[in-house]
């Protein structure tokens, strides 16, 4: 299979081709945790899993390496620290949980690394030494500093050429008193409130590039495959990283990289001075993490999205049918012998992601797989290539599996309908309440079954009672949030 790519560094669509087929490597960049995350924070972070998963599906899941790093020292960590009167790693710890519980939520899976810049405080070091050897990083007033005039290629990911910056640079802005050039980033600087690491350059903390270069060359090695993140931070977080790294290794950083675009809140785009920021941890209190991931899914990841009520509650409608779905899907044993089963199931893949090897396109794979009917009808056109297998001509015996299959697994590619039926269904429906909304429900089941005797028997003011029971049980229901749903195996119940 084919995947494509657009690499931000070189501006077009590319095949992906890794260094590795056995030890596929892609790095994103986490948070910085000194408070709850945003939805913007969210999409990143479901954008590189569905990049991740669907390299698992290609290249097989032992053969992807994904790091997601946390950024645990960082001024604003130090500053709340402070003013809570606790140790930084009492913040850091308390607000790394909750986006690895967010995530979650979201049907994110795990990286296989999760890197903390406290614990790769030598690595920094180490690539700060040897920039400062070779001259592309001098100290200045207890600072450390990149010399950006000293690497040609500056600017190559974001456009942001020393030139160009230097074409904007203020009246007096480029005699800045540490620095010999006003561009010049920070590597090392002084420790801030005791918080600091005993260093060749002097007691500090690292600065925030240099954090991303050493977690991911200790994580994946000094040229990985794929690195992704915001576009907010093409400049200057990821430029900055490639100076740095690159200069330190005499090697490229990354070959590919993938950039999502913001978040929008209607015609604004989310931020704290416009008071519309939009936290996981808020959201998921009111949807299902499920519904909120399609959300995020449902623009191209190099589009904006625009975040509204009702694209949650769209979402939500489609998930509601596809679980409805779901539920009539039965999986039957796959035979033991190679057969059409095997070949078909080779051939799913490629079938089924399409639509996502080209640059991870969501949107249109929602579009042309919007349902358990449409899945059918494409799998069994897919089938007619395999006329001449014995089995095609008996394909009842296979073919339920065959297309609930191909229905079902695209769906797990995106991340979605990780859930049985009743689990989606009951949402998160304590134990005592589940015990009491059944209660009612069969209480209700037995008043309507009184009423339908009653009116057998001719007693029209029994049943007339019975049936007022039955609707004032619903409406019981109802305002609990329960939908009743009748059918011919009896009454089942749903979160509204």
């Given at each position: 299979?084919?995947?494509?790519?657009?690499?931000?560094?070189?501006?077009?669509?590319?095949?992906?081709?890794?260094?590795?087929?056995?030890?596929?490597?892609?790095?994103?960049c986490g948070p910085t945790v000194y408070s709850y995350a945003h939805i913007g924070n969210a999409r990143a972070a479901v954008v590189a899993d569905v990049l991740f998963r669907v390299l698992r599906h290609i290249y097989g899941e032992d053969h992807v390496v994904y790091a997601r790093n946390i950024t645990d020292v960082d001024d604003k960590i130090i500053e709340s620290a402070k003013e809570q009167g606790v140790d930084i790693s009492v913040i850091t710890e308390k607000y790394a949980r909750i986006y690895n519980e967010d995530l979650a939520a979201l049907n994110c899976l795990m990286p296989t690394h999760q890197p903390k810049a406290t614990d790769n405080i030598g690595g920094m070091i180490a690539i700060i030494e040897k920039l400062i050897a070779d001259d592309y990083a001098y100290a200045s007033d207890g600072h450390v500093f990149f010399d950006v005039s000293k690497y040609d290629d500056y600017g190559k990911l974001s456009g942001n050429t020393l030139e160009a910056l230097r074409g904007g640079d203020r009246v007096g802005e480029g005699e800045v008193t540490r620095k010999k050039n006003a561009h010049d980033f920070v590597l090392w600087k002084p420790e801030l409130d005791g918080v600091g690491w005993d260093a060749p350059f002097g007691f500090g903390r690292p600065g925030w590039h240099i954090e991303c270069s050493a977690m991911a060359k200790e994580s994946l090695g000094e040229t990985i495959d794929i690195h992704c993140g915001g576009v907010d931070l093409k400049f200057p977080h990821h430029e900055n990283e490639i100076a740095q790294s690159e200069c330190a290794h005499g090697k490229t950083?990354?070959?590919?990289?993938?950039?999502?675009?913001?978040?929008?809140?209607?015609?604004?785009?989310?931020?704290?001075?416009?008071?519309?920021?939009?936290?996981?941890?808020?959201?998921?209190?009111?949807?299902?993490?499920?519904?909120?991931?399609?959300?995020?899914?449902?623009?191209?990841?190099?589009?904006?999205?625009?975040?509204?009520?009702?694209?949650?509650?769209?979402?939500?409608?489609?998930?509601?049918?596809?679980?409805?779905?779901?539920?009539?899907?039965?999986?039957?044993?796959?035979?033991?012998?190679?057969?059409?089963?095997?070949?078909?199931?080779?051939?799913?893949?490629?079938?089924?992601?399409?639509?996502l090897l080209n640059d991870l396109a969501t949107p249109l794979w929602l579009a042309e797989f919007s349902g358990l009917k449409e899945h059918r009808a494409l799998a069994r056109q897919q089938l007619k290539d395999y006329e001449d297998y014995p089995e095609y001509h008996d394909m009842p015996k296979y073919d339920r599996?065959?297309?609930?299959?191909?229905?079902?697994?695209?769906?797990?590619?995106?991340?979605?309908?990780?859930?049985?039926?009743?689990?989606?269904?009951?949402?998160?429906?304590?134990?005592?309440?589940?015990?009491?909304?059944?209660?009612?429900?069969?209480?209700?089941?037995?008043?309507?079954?009184?009423?339908?005797?009653?009116?057998?028997?001719?007693?029209?003011?029994?049943?007339?009672?019975?049936?007022k029971r039955s609707d004032e049980?619903?409406?019981?229901?109802?305002?609990?949030?329960?939908?009743?749903?009748?059918?011919?195996?009896g009454t089942t119940w749903r979160r509204a």
């Amino acid at each position: 299979m084919e995947l494509k790519l657009y690499n931000s560094l070189t501006r077009q669509k590319e095949v992906f081709k890794p260094q590795d087929p056995k030890r596929v490597t892609m790095y994103n960049c986490g948070p910085t945790v000194y408070s709850y995350a945003h939805i913007g924070n969210a999409r990143a972070a479901v954008v590189a899993d569905v990049l991740f998963r669907v390299l698992r599906h290609i290249y097989g899941e032992d053969h992807v390496v994904y790091a997601r790093n946390i950024t645990d020292v960082d001024d604003k960590i130090i500053e709340s620290a402070k003013e809570q009167g606790v140790d930084i790693s009492v913040i850091t710890e308390k607000y790394a949980r909750i986006y690895n519980e967010d995530l979650a939520a979201l049907n994110c899976l795990m990286p296989t690394h999760q890197p903390k810049a406290t614990d790769n405080i030598g690595g920094m070091i180490a690539i700060i030494e040897k920039l400062i050897a070779d001259d592309y990083a001098y100290a200045s007033d207890g600072h450390v500093f990149f010399d950006v005039s000293k690497y040609d290629d500056y600017g190559k990911l974001s456009g942001n050429t020393l030139e160009a910056l230097r074409g904007g640079d203020r009246v007096g802005e480029g005699e800045v008193t540490r620095k010999k050039n006003a561009h010049d980033f920070v590597l090392w600087k002084p420790e801030l409130d005791g918080v600091g690491w005993d260093a060749p350059f002097g007691f500090g903390r690292p600065g925030w590039h240099i954090e991303c270069s050493a977690m991911a060359k200790e994580s994946l090695g000094e040229t990985i495959d794929i690195h992704c993140g915001g576009v907010d931070l093409k400049f200057p977080h990821h430029e900055n990283e490639i100076a740095q790294s690159e200069c330190a290794h005499g090697k490229t950083m990354a070959n590919y990289w993938v950039h999502n675009e913001f978040l929008n809140m209607g015609s604004e785009k989310m931020s704290k001075s416009l008071g519309n920021i939009k936290l996981i941890s808020d959201l998921v209190k009111d949807w299902d993490g499920e519904v909120i991931r399609l959300a995020l899914l449902k623009a191209h990841y190099r589009s904006e999205l625009i975040w509204t009520e009702e694209l949650l509650r769209q979402s939500k409608a489609q998930l509601d049918g596809w679980y409805r779905e779901k539920k009539s899907i039965v999986v039957v044993e796959k035979p033991n012998r190679t057969s059409l089963f095997e070949i078909f199931h080779s051939d799913f893949p490629r079938a089924i992601l399409n639509p996502l090897l080209n640059d991870l396109a969501t949107p249109l794979w929602l579009a042309e797989f919007s349902g358990l009917k449409e899945h059918r009808a494409l799998a069994r056109q897919q089938l007619k290539d395999y006329e001449d297998y014995p089995e095609y001509h008996d394909m009842p015996k296979y073919d339920r599996y065959l297309i609930d299959t191909y229905f079902v697994e695209g769906l797990n590619v995106l991340g979605l309908l990780q859930k049985t039926p009743e689990e989606w269904f009951k949402g998160d429906t304590s134990d005592e309440e589940e015990l009491e909304i059944d209660r009612l429900v069969r209480q209700r089941d037995a008043e309507k079954d009184k009423a339908i005797a009653a009116k057998k028997s001719g007693d029209k003011t029994a049943m007339g009672a019975h049936f007022k029971r039955s609707d004032e049980i619903r409406d019981q229901l109802k305002n609990m949030g329960i939908v009743l749903e009748d059918g011919p195996d009896g009454t089942t119940w749903r979160r509204a």
